[in-house]
T-cell receptor, first 116, second 114 residues
Framework: DTAVSQTPKYLVTQMGNDKSIKCEQN?????MYWYKQDSKKFLKIMFS???????INETVPNRFSPKSPDKAHLNLHINSLELGDSAVYFC???????????????FGQGTRLTVV | AQSVTQLDSHVSVSEGTPVLLRCNYS??????LFWYVQHPNKGLQLLLK??????LVKGINGFEAEFKKSETSFHLTKPSAHMSDAAEYFC????????????FGTGTRLTIIP
């Protein structure tokens, strides 16, 4: 019954590795997001997809590549991981109301990524 | 452009006393405003939202917020704090003009003193 689910919940990996975080929503929403929460709890958007199409890319390094195979999934792949990538990554989704995004986003539980 | 400022990074109140978490926003267009709560090591849960209907918005767990356009504020209140309210609270703004993203404030950590 989980609305927005992310896997894994915890991810510990070494510098230089490549890793993926998966996200799925069963709410029928058109739009999905990835947010990054840093060690000071600040949340910043990374990407937004609408119906599998990228609509927001907030100057994220090229090492981060989102992939949306269908509108219910938005995965995040990270190449050549760096220490500074350590953070909590949240996936979220929103419905669309007559073309205007005036509704809230529903968030997953987060993935805590630790790069060592 | 849109932004949101949470005026207090940390608020401590005694159990049973009122809670006030302050938020001011800046938006070129009519905004939607939200409060989210994050309990330790948990995801983000929506407390309440304002989307240009009633200016006094009631949310879950006894929280409410009032949209004041003249003051560009959306402060979160609760009459009586409970121990379970201890968490991080985020004020969030979204433009009602095609902008797809939520912009988060820096958060306010609420501590409840027994």
């Amino acid at each position: 019954d989980t609305a927005v689910s992310q896997t894994p919940k915890y991810l510990v990996t070494q510098m230089g590795n490549d890793k993926s975080i998966k996200c799925e929503q069963n709410l029928g929403h058109d739009t999905m997001y990835w947010y990054k929460q840093d060690s000071k709890k600040f949340l910043k958007i990374m990407f937004s997809y609408n119906n599998k199409e990228l609509i927001i890319n907030e100057t994220v390094p090229n090492r981060f590549s989102p992939k949306s195979p269908d509108k219910a999934h938005l995965n995040l792949h990270i190449n050549s991981l760096e220490l500074g990538d350590s953070a909590v990554y949240f996936c979220a989704s929103s419905p669309r109301d007559r073309g205007v995004m005036n509704t809230e986003a529903f968030f997953g539980q987060g993935t805590r990524l630790t790069v060592v | 452009a849109q932004s949101v400022t949470q005026l207090d990074s940390h608020v401590s109140v005694s159990e049973g006393t009122p809670v006030l978490l302050r938020c001011n926003y800046s938006s070129s267009y009519s905004p939607s405003l939200f409060w989210y709560v994050q309990h330790p090591n948990k995801g983000l849960q929506l407390l309440l939202k304002y989307t240009s209907a009633a200016t006094l918005v009631k949310g879950i767990n006894g929280f409410e917020a009032e949209f004041k356009k003249s003051e560009t504020s959306f402060h979160l209140t609760k009459p009586s704090a409970h121990m379970s309210d201890a968490a991080e609270y985020f004020c969030v703004v979204r433009l009602n003009f095609g902008n797809e993203k939520l912009t988060f404030g820096t958060g306010t950590r609420l501590t409840i003193i027994p």
